[in-house]
């Protein structure tokens, strides 16, 4: 069996694949000189990829699966996989056979842990009182609407989309003492710390009883910008919106009306939307409508799960799937190419 390795993988990278895979396996990476470990070439990976019998990685340049023909199983190393739905590699895998895992749930604490920051930091208008003591400001009155924090316990929260993320934030959640409310595609799967699990035919009646709202759905063809103008007027206009998962999940522009009309009262995000047309300009992830700007907004840029430890569980989970592939086990982590996740 030959495994590729996407990126410029260190020494130590390969010998870690190499020695968990069965005797006479062989691990290659493209030679090159380091960047990233989203930066490999088409030309980096050609001498390798068309008898290839594995690929592992973040990244795959454009042209790279149309010469691996001998390709049984692609290891991402992302949770979602909406990049591969977009770039065809989820049909070329229904029309070739090969298998597609992840390493969903790798990252799902480091996540969980920026969403209850984002809770908090929102709540507590971190940024304002901290601009604010830089400034040796004194917000006076006491208790006044303006610089007053909202609470977490007793209130309500709303994870849309509990699967591995979702979990541990409604874990986390219960240790504020609030109340969760769970939204996901099949209600019948009960959850640890989800107070009553909801479908999405119940999505508008969970929004209006939540004080806190957090998406933590994958992007599919179903959730693709689901949450917009009707969404937002079920919410509470006291209620705050968290996105950890996908910035196309949110429709931009009803989105800076409710911000900027009093209509939510506050949004955090780890991501933004990715626009995209065609081939041709603008292609970007920047918010049109300068949300990142707003006074009521925070964000993190994709940085969520840039934490302790990731990096090796990304690759030590991604080997796993490789390891199960070998040794002719299901794929605990197998990628649904007709659900998207």
């Avoid at 849309?160 to 595609?185: Q, T």
């Avoid at 199960?324 to 982590?333: C, D, H, N, S």
């Amino acid at each position: 069996m030959k495994i590729l390795c996407l990126w410029h993988a260190t020494e130590d990278e390969i010998e870690y694949v190499k020695k968990a895979m069965p005797v006479g396996t062989e691990v290659v990476a493209p030679k090159a000189a380091y960047f990233s470990r989203f930066e490999s070439t088409y030309q980096d990976l050609k001498p390798h990829a068309a008898d290839a019998d594995a690929f592992i990685g973040w990244t795959i340049p454009q042209g790279i699966m149309e010469i691996s023909d001998k390709l049984k199983i692609l290891s991402w190393l992302h949770s979602g996989v909406d990049d591969l739905s977009q770039m065809g590699v989820l049909a070329l895998a229904k029309q070739r056979g090969f298998k597609i895992a992840n390493i969903r749930g790798a990252n799902a604490i480091a996540v969980a842990e920026q969403a209850m920051m984002f809770v908090l930091a929102l709540a507590k208008k971190s940024l304002l009182k901290h601009e604010a003591a830089r400034d040796n400001h004194v917000f006076f009155p006491l208790f006044g609407d303006e610089h007053r924090s909202a609470m977490l316990h007793g209130r309500t929260i709303g994870v849309i989309g509990v699967g591995n993320i979702g979990s541990h934030i409604a874990r986390c959640a219960k240790g504020f003492g609030m109340h969760v409310l769970g939204v996901r595609r099949n209600k019948q799967r009960p959850a640890e710390y989800v107070d009553s699990m909801h479908g999405m035919d119940e999505l508008h009646s969970v929004l209006g009883k939540c004080d806190y709202v957090v998406l933590a759905t994958p992007n599919t063809g179903e959730t693709f910008q689901f949450f917009g103008e009707a969404e937002l007027a079920a919410m509470k206009p006291t209620a705050f919106l968290v996105n950890i998962a996908r910035g196309n999940l949110v429709q931009e522009q009803p989105l800076y009306k409710a911000l900027t009309s009093g209509r939510l009262r506050g949004f955090a995000a780890d991501v933004w939307p990715w626009y995209t047309f065609g081939r041709s300009f603008p292609a970007t992830n920047v918010p049109r409508q300068r949300i990142q700007k707003l006074p009521n907004v925070i964000a993190s840029n994709d940085q969520s799960h840039d934490a302790d430890g990731v990096l090796e569980r990304y690759i030590e989970w991604g080997t796993q799937n490789l390891v199960e592939f070998a040794g002719g086990k299901a794929l605990a982590r197998e990628v649904n190419p007709d659900l998207g996740y």
